[in-house]
């Protein structure tokens, strides 16, 4: 855990570095009432030119009509956990409508990976694009492919300083 609650009453988030200046993140793109569910998207990364990356897939996300980007956060730079060993995060959170189901975007998220070049070597290894629900409507769910909750959104600053950069 990388955020805890001090004796004083606030909050320590020793991981975070600083937020990292971005056109399209941190913007309310809006609402469209087409679309029957509403996910949040986690995004990070670490290998290479993480920000153009997070550019990218932005725009393409926002161009997949499956998709509808309402917010985007701010971008949140941050130290691994997990492996040590490796370059600083970026991480950030999205706002996205969807009427198809859970497993329906992870299948979507995990082909974008794909896409984007990540590899899965070894748990927390670094990556050039990370994609998580962290949450999907109210469902919840545990199986083998998908907790929703994500299990790192109440204690993770990657996840809690974006999500509270959001507007409400």
């Known amino acids: ?5 001090k004796n004083n009453g606030f909050w320590d988030f ?4 600083c937020f990292v200046k ?3 993140f941190g913007i309310f793109f809006g609402a469209d009432n087409n679309y029957k569910n509403t996910f949040v998207l986690g995004i990070g990364g670490n290998m290479g030119d993480t920000r153009a990356r997070f550019e990218r897939f932005l725009r393409v996300l926002r161009h997949d009509r499956r998709f509808f980007v309402s ?14 060993k490796q370059n600083d995060f970026l991480n950030a959170v999205l706002i996205v409508q969807t009427s198809l189901f859970p497993q329906a975007v992870l299948k979507l998220l995990n082909h974008f990976e794909k ?8 748990k927390n290894a670094p990556r050039t694009l990370d994609l998580d629900i962290l949450y999907f409507d109210k469902k919840v769910r ?6 929703l909750p994500h299990s790192g959104v109440n204690d993770r600053v990657s996840v809690i300083l974006p999500f509270g950069s959001l507007r409400s």
């Open 71 to 84: 917010q985007s956060s701010i971008i949140l730079k941050n130290k691994p956990f997990g492996f040590l």
């Open 115 to 122: 896409i984007f070049g990540r590899k899965r070597s070894f």
């Open 142 to 147: 545990k199986s083998a492919r998908l907790i």
């Open 1 to 5: 855990m990388n955020v805890t609650l």
């Open 14 to 17: 020793k991981d975070a570095i």
């Open 22 to 24: 971005s056109a399209n």
